[in-house]
């Protein structure tokens, strides 16, 4: 992402909150922040993203935001769903730190001064986990599950992946690309950024007060696609050729062994080839590995593209003294 609004050196924190449907809980929520931020001192905005709701939550976001300059509101022409509604409000953050959490009162807006004090104490984020939720059992069973097949995954400790109320380093949620439903995931492609400094704190939840939740039961099924996803993009998207050359290799190597095999006793022995099935499996092999090898070449391809732009790296810091610009072409 680049062309992202200039963060601003006085102020503390942004809180971006993707909402769908939540007329009735935002006023609230943004008492809450308010309370909570004037209580410590911290200089905030509130991103307000509206994505394509169909009930009062814009006019509720314009009068919000009429009567507190503070308060800032992003329409989106559709619903997009959440992790785009997040990247548009992290685009658009220019706090030192960012804030997420939902809109619908689940999460307590006392608990940032404390995240904030974590990330003050040298962390790139902090995850917040509700340690007693207050959901009901059929959605606290799988989300256990899909949280501990993440941790495994992952490697990452963090108990609670998918809770909305998380704050970062400004930096942080800059550099992480979300689409599709990564939200769940944003610990991990932050992770993967070298954004290592992950912290945790159990946060009070609380039960929904209006409206009910946007998200049922195929959220595992999709949780789950995108964790391979996840995890494909962060060891292989530099690389496609090691995954797909070493797969297509073994299914190529196979496929020619077993025909090999075939066409020997078949030249030498005369042993007919109707009745055999191995024929089929090495034939399919053979197809099969050419294919992922083409995949491969083709993903090669598009990284040689992306490495042209140079989109993808991040430079931390640097040290010495600058050269001048065409020396540093010159020596390319
Ligand atoms: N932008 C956006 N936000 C969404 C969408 N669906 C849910 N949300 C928000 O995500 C947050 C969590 O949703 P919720 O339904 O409470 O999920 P649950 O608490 O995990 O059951 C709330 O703030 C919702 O407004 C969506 O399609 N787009
Ligand atoms: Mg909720």
Redesign the pocket.
């Known amino acids: 992402m680049q062309d992202l609004t200039p963060i601003s050196p006085d102020l503390n924190l942004s809180v971006v ?4 449907e ?1 007329a009735e809980s935002l006023p609230e929520l943004v008492d809450g922040i308010r309370a909570a931020c004037g209580a410590v001192g911290l200089s905030f905005e509130v991103l307000l ?1 509206n ?1 394509g709701s169909k009930d009062d939550t814009w006019p509720v976001i314009e009068r919000l935001s009429a009567t507190d300059d503070r308060v800032k509101g992003i329409r989106l022409k559709r ?1 997009y ?2 992790s785009a ?1 997040l990247s548009i409000g992290f685009q658009a953050a220019a706090g030192e730190y960012v804030v997420t959490m ?3 009162l ?1 999460d307590d807006p006392t608990e940032i001064p404390a995240l904030i004090e974590i990330l003050r104490d040298g962390h790139d984020l902090v995850s917040g986990w509700k340690k007693k939720r207050r ?1 009901p059992v059929s ?1 606290r069973i799988p989300s256990r599950f899909f949280n501990f097949v993440t941790r495994v995954m992952t490697g990452i400790p963090l108990h609670d992946f998918n809770c ?1 109320l998380k704050a970062y380093r400004s930096e942080v949620v800059k550099s992480v690309t979300l689409y599709g439903e990564l939200h769940r995931y944003i610990p991990v492609l932050a992770y993967y950024e070298g954004y290592d400094r992950i912290a945790e704190k159990p946060v009070n939840h609380r039960v ?1 007060k209006y409206g009910r ?3 049922g039961m195929e959220r595992y099924l999709r949780g789950f696609l995108d964790l391979l996803t996840v995890q494909f993009l962060t060891r292989f998207a530099s690389r496609p050729m090691h995954f797909f050359g070493s797969v297509g290799s073994l299914a190529f190597v196979g496929g020619f062994a077993i025909s090999l095999y075939l066409s020997i006793e078949k030249l030498a022995y005369g042993r007919p080839l109707s009745d055999r099935p191995m024929l089929l499996l090495g034939a399919l092999l053979l197809l099969l590995g050419a294919q992922m090898f083409l995949g491969g070449l083709l993903g090669e391809m598009i990284i040689r593209e992306r490495v042209a732009r140079q989109s993808d790296v991040i430079v931390a810091e640097r040290t010495g003294k600058p050269v001048a610009m065409s020396r540093e072409v010159d020596e390319r």
């Open positions: 909150v993707p909402a769908f939540e993203v994505d619903n769903g959440k509604a939902d809109a619908d689940q959901d959605k909305g929904r939740t946007k998200f």
